[in-house]
């Protein structure tokens, strides 16, 4: 089955700098690529996403990058503020296979002022 | 917006107890999703639906069972709680291929 690994564990920035947590997947038939910003004591939050026929999504200061062939993804955040402090997930899924989303274990995003 | 509800945030149960969580989500989406949420250690799935009555086994099945008689609906079971089920539980709820909306989370503890 699908395994997602993600790095850094823990990342801690200035504000407005930029700040960027990769991920690898296992899976070469995993095609959707969501992340999720989950604040303390909130629930996880889908801020962005990307499938395998795109190599890089932006919206406002998130951008996602994917590197198909590699197998792996990443969550890049520019001109950071102290509200991008949060838990960060990457994960990955075989969407049109139905199948679920396999998570990666998280990044603690901290942005200090 | 997509609302997804778990019927407690916080519940206190007794080693050996049968216990019920349950999700409901209103915008008619067909699969469901049930993860457990521990430091370190992630998201990690336990069971999903695909539609009414259809489950599927997750990462970390064992100690659990699901329940999905209506697509609203989609409730999670420890037949006999144990201390390492100590946990906070998430329910998430996606249409087709799109990306998964989560509830507010249920924070069980096993004594």
């Known amino acids: 089955g699908e395994n997602v690994e993600q790095h850094p564990s823990t990342l801690s920035v200035q504000e407005g700098d930029s700040a960027v947590i990769k991920c690898t997947y296992s899976?070469?038939?995993?095609?959707?690529f969501p992340w999720y910003k989950q604040e303390l004591g909130k629930r996880p939050q889908l801020i962005i996403d990307?499938?395998?026929?795109?190599g890089e999504k932006k919206d406002q200061r998130i951008a996602v990058t994917l590197n198909k062939t590699a197998k792996h993804f990443s969550l890049h955040i520019t001109e950071t503020q102290p509200e991008d402090s949060a838990v960060y997930f990457c994960?990955?899924?075989?969407?049109?296979?139905?199948?679920?989303?396999?998570f990666g274990k998280g990044t603690t995003l901290s942005v200090s002022s | 917006d997509v609302k997804v509800t778990q019927s407690s945030r916080y519940l206190v149960k007794r080693t050996g107890e049968k216990v019920f969580l349950e999700c409901v989500q209103d915008?008619?989406?067909?699969?469901m999703f049930w993860y457990r949420q521990d430091p370190g250690l992630g998201l990690r799935l336990i069971y999903f639906?695909?539609?009414?009555?259809?489950?599927e086994k997750g990462d970390i099945p064992e100690g659990y069972s699901v329940s999905r008689e209506k697509k609203e609906r989609f409730s999670l079971i420890l037949e006999s709680a144990s201390t390492n089920q100590t946990s906070m539980y998430l329910c998430?709820?996606?249409?087709?291929?799109?990306?998964?909306?989560f509830g507010p989370g249920t924070r069980l503890t096993v004594t």
């Open positions: 998430a709820s996606s249409l087709g291929t799109g990306g998964q909306y």
């Open positions: 899976d070469s038939a995993s095609n959707y």
């Open positions: 990307i499938r395998s026929n795109v």
């Open positions: 994960a990955a899924s075989n969407a049109q296979a139905g199948t679920a989303l396999i």
């Open positions: 915008m008619d989406h067909e699969n």
């Open positions: 639906s695909y539609d009414v009555k259809m489950k």
